[in-house]
């Protein structure tokens, strides 16, 4: 059975009323038939939920599915794409650690990082997504615990190539964690190339239409099992309700992610030839440096494009305001079209020259292209960018 039909036939148990569409079981906390179960609960002899921060049957079901979509063993859901990142580093660094990373990372996930792991006596090196086998490796030391980061990377699309850091943390025994939330489990599966710790946003394109918060890190039973311990006594639990939410989208995730990188190839094909941009990335377009590893470990290119604007950010004002169809939003993974200046937003925080390494620059425009009808968004971003001169 393919991993599409796994994903809509994985549900929690029916119940004795015979539903089709899989319950919702929206409670705080379970019952005991005796004080012998609870107390048989409690110390682990039987298996059992307890309390929805521990456990929930509508949170196991969308568990239960990243798991098959990842090809991994066990999950934790989160109730956030953060609290799974900082889940996993919590789970598994400690004093003295030392984490390797890629330099291109989400700005909440730098500052985690390089404000607060930092705090706790976990040091850091950061390393180019594209940088060489033997520069990686150099960035290793004997007190290093994991490697980190995410690919295609947000805001720039930069691609690190998956199989050779796999070799590396299998050479040096080390976790290999990867965020996985651009891609998704359609388009990449890391497992494959050797990762034993995949995390996602569920906020994004799991949901689909931007309507709730989530997160979910899978992985070998082993390394879940500190995940799960450390998120049972810090509480950042997924609701049921946002499991059930997101539980029911991952049933469309296939068909939708068809769409969204159909358009966005689209897209950004037509954005090289507009005047007034400088520069587009988009992992599959001809011009991408890193098209061919992209092609290597994605089975399409996604639904991300980055481009930049000629005029800085006071073009970028009047370039937004001009757009009829895109959301201005610094959300993605929607339906809907959105875009944002990830300068001024979501890598706000970050340093102005760490920015420009990581090719951010004023008018910079993130765009998670969304499900509309392709020639509309053509027409709508092209005369946006033509009327902000």
Request: glycine share 8%.
């Amino acid at each position: 059975m393919k991993k599409q039909t796994k994903v809509i036939k994985i549900q929690s148990e029916r119940t004795h009323n015979r539903e089709n569409s899989t319950p919702l079981y929206l409670t705080s906390s379970f019952c005991y038939e005796d004080a012998a179960q609870g107390k048989d609960l409690f110390d682990g002899t039987l298996e059992g939920n307890i309390y929805s921060r521990f456990s929930n049957p509508t949170v196991q079901e969308f568990v239960d599915k990243i798991c098959v979509l990842e090809e991994l063993e066990d999950g934790v859901a989160t109730g956030t794409g953060m609290a799974a990142v900082f889940a996993c580093f919590g789970a598994h660094l400690s004093a003295g650690d030392h984490l390797v990373s890629s330099k291109a990372l989400f700005g909440s996930s730098h500052q985690i990082i390089t404000q607060i792991l930092v705090k706790w006596g976990i040091s850091y090196t950061y390393v180019d997504a594209s940088a060489p086998e033997s520069e990686w490796e150099a960035a290793i030391q004997e007190n290093t615990k994991m490697i980190y980061l995410e690919t295609p990377s947000n805001p720039g699309l930069e691609i690190v190539d998956l199989e050779m850091i796999g070799r590396l943390a299998k050479k040096h025994d080390l976790i290999y964690c990867i965020d996985n939330c651009f891609a998704t489990p359609v388009l990449q599966v890391p497992s494959q190339f050797g990762a034993n710790l995949v995390l996602h946003s569920a906020t994004k394109f799991m949901d689909g239409q931007g309507r709730v918060l989530g997160g979910v890190v899978v992985g070998t039973k082993e390394l879940i099992e500190k995940v799960r311990f450390f998120t049972r006594q810090t509480g950042p639990a997924l609701s049921p309700f946002n499991a059930w939410v997101l539980s029911k989208s991952l049933e469309t995730l296939h068909l939708r992610m068809e769409r969204h990188c159909s358009n966005a190839l689209a897209l950004a094909t037509a954005l090289e030839k507009v005047e007034g941009v400088k520069q587009v990335n988009y992992p599959f377009l001809d011009s991408f440096k890193q098209k061919d590893l992209a092609k290597k470990q994605m089975s399409a290119g996604g639904a991300l494009v980055t481009f930049e604007l000629e005029g800085g950010f006071e073009r970028v004002v009047r370039f937004t305001k001009l757009l009829t169809i895109p959301s201005l939003t610094s959300n993605l993974g929607d339906s809907r079209t959105t875009i944002t200046n990830p300068f001024t937003t979501t890598h706000s925080k970050v340093p102005t020259e760490d920015k420009y390494g990581l090719g951010i620059y004023e008018g910079s425009m993130r765009v998670s292209v969304g499900l509309e009808d392709i020639d509309d968004l053509i027409q709508d971003f092209t005369q946006a960018i033509l009327g902000s001169k």
